[in-house]
């Protein structure tokens, strides 16, 4: 397991990349350069700027997250092989800096979701983000994007740009009609001529899955189960079409069986990475982010970490959402301490699970 942190950039982080370089066992990042929009190419200039400051603190990154799906593909429009070739071009600029692993969703028009992204624990008095399914059926979508960035202390947040919901109703309008079979078809369109040019880079595309795990505002999502993800690899059969396994998304539905899910597809050679993190239950399709602590949350992470050891040791993994603790304040979700604590944790576990296996005590 390669230890990583997310980091978006030295004007968009609350988190300097030199305090990354001091968490335990950190080795890397997955890296994010928000300043661009679905279907646009990144350019080497941008990129190199981006990887020379992670260089220069020693830190490494193979993997590079949010490289968007241009809305055009999702729906299959004639305009699609455009963004395609631009899709491509962005991968081609990012191989020669070493990267391994694109991670991407194929979620139609919204991103991830969340009802409160700075809700007290009063507990405790820390502060999390939070999602309500009732709050989210009273909710028109067009509220949408004022619900989401009145709350995100100024940073932008991936996947809900200004430009992108700006027209939100318009693209919305546009999946009236779209099955998720037809969702599923477009998808395979874009791996049949993506994919082969991963191989070729040897780059790993590797899909986040849907969050939270079932559709919302009737809008087709095809990423959420284990058949899901049987049939998203079964589109097009390659190590190069993988899985970013994201336990919170995932496990925001309770009928998945998160370290049985990570067991299958990290036997198939499917898993890239995984983003760990746990939730907590507090109703109906309704759930906290917690910390990381199997007992804080309803997800086993001692099973999960242990579903990585058995299936897909290899991967890179990296803390996802942390609370708000100890006084912090920043981008949503992507404080330092607490993702902080969860590497440290999660390590242990790791640690703990090498040792038993191998009854020694080797240092892992
Ligand atoms: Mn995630």
Sequence with gaps: ??????????????????????????????????????????????????????????????????????????????????????????????????????????????????TDLDRLNPEDGSRSMYYDDALVRDIKPEDLPELMLSQSNGFSLPGWEPERVSELGRIMKAYEHVTPDMLRQNLKYFFERIIPVCEELGIRLAMHPDDPAWPIFGLPRIAHSKDDFDKICALYESPANAICLCTGSLGSERENDVPAIIRHFGRLGRVACVHLRNIKFTGERCFRESSHLSGDGDLDMYEIVKAVYESCPDVYMRPDHGRMIWGETGRPGYGLYDRALGIAYINGLWEAIARGDKGSSNKV
Excluded at 26 to 48: F, H, K, N, Q, T
Excluded at 75 to 84: F, K, M, N, Q, V
Aim: hydrophobic residues 40%; contains cysteine; proline residues 5%.
């Design 1 to 114: 397991m390669k230890t990583t942190f997310r980091w978006f950039g030295e004007n968009d982080d609350s988190v300097p990349l030199e305090y990354i370089r001091q968490i335990p066992g950190c080795e890397g990042l997955m890296g994010v350069l928000s300043a661009y929009r679905p279907g646009e190419v990144w350019e080497s200039d941008r990129i190199s700027v981006y990887f020379e400051k992670v260089r220069a603190v020693g830190l490494k990154c193979e993997v590079i997250e949010s490289v968007n799906i241009h809305e055009d593909i999702k729906l299959g429009l004639p305009t699609r092989d455009r963004y395609i070739e631009n899709y491509a071009a962005t991968l081609r600029n990012l191989a020669p800096f070493g990267v391994k692993v694109v991670i991407y969703n194929f979620m139609p028009v919204l991103d991830w979701l969340r």
